[in-house]
Antibody, heavy 119, light 108 residues
Framework: EVQLVESGGGLVKPGGSLRLSCAASGFTFSNYYMNWVRQAPGKGLEWVSSISSSSSNIYYADSVKGRFTISRDNAKKSLYLQMNSLRAEDTAVYYC????????????WGQGTLVTVSS | EIVLTQSPGTLSLSPGERATLSCRASQSVSSNSLAWYQQKPGQAPRLLIYGASSRATGTPDRFSGSGSGTDFTLTISRLEPEDFAVYYCQQYGYSPRTFGQGTKVEIK
């Protein structure tokens, strides 16, 4: 069974940093593009970043470019999102999602981890 | 970036009725790279349709997708109680990937 479990969310002050993790199981992690998608409270979905299976191709939304860094460790079957210079508008549930169709399209999703940026 | 506009914002229907959801793109979506997701409260989204009309694994056949270019439709032929949820379209033909704002299908 495919499972994606996010962790690392929490309360952080504006300007602070946080590192999210996503632990994958039930599939060959190293074969798939992986993504981060976020959802602000009561709002819609926003694609954040995608990374190819070998980390050779990485994409970011303009809203996070230069502040967030996506990475992966295929040996540990883990996906990461390093978030720096956090702003109030980054407050959201962050989902990890696997892509089988195309980068950015999530066919399996984790349950999400909440990041709250507030003073 | 491509802006996706979903309509209506809310659809009030009874179980057994047909639901028709629209997604319009601000420019043509290449290769019909359009997906539909279902999201229930407190849950992660679930992929229903990709490539505008291909059902994802596990998607019941009462869900169908159609359209091309800038106009796409998700149809639920007969609403089941578990289908009341929010539905999002997403284009993945261009970067950045973008989502529509969602259509809520609620029980009338």
């Amino acid at each position: 069974e495919v499972q994606l479990v996010e962790s690392g969310g929490g309360l952080v002050k504006p300007g602070g940093s946080l590192r999210l993790s996503c632990a994958a199981s039930g599939f060959t992690f190293s074969n798939y593009y992986m993504n981060w998608v976020r959802q602000a409270p009561g709002k819609g979905l926003e694609w954040v970043s995608s990374i190819s299976s070998s980390s050779s191709n990485i994409y970011y939304a303009d809203s996070v470019k230069g502040r967030f860094t996506i990475s992966r460790d295929n040996a540990k079957k883990s996906l990461y999102l390093q978030m720096n210079s956090l702003r109030a508008e980054d407050t959201a549930v962050y989902y990890c999602a696997r892509s089988i169709v195309a980068p950015g399209v999530g066919d399996y999703w984790g349950q999400g981890t909440l990041v709250t940026v507030s003073s | 970036e491509i802006v996706l506009t979903q309509s209506p914002g809310t659809l009030s229907l009874s179980p057994g009725e047909r639901a028709t959801l629209s997604c319009r793109a601000s420019q043509s979506v290449s290769s019909n790279s359009l997906a539909w997701y279902q999201q229930k409260p407190g849950q992660a989204p679930r992929l229903l349709i990709y490539g505008a009309s291909s059902r994802a694994t596990g998607t019941p056949d009462r869900f169908s997708g159609s359209g091309s270019g800038t106009d796409f439709t998700l149809t639920i032929s007969r609403l089941e109680p578990e289908d009341f949820a929010v539905y999002y379209c997403q284009q993945y033909g261009y970067s950045p990937r973008t989502f529509g704002q969602g259509t809520k299908v609620e029980i009338k």
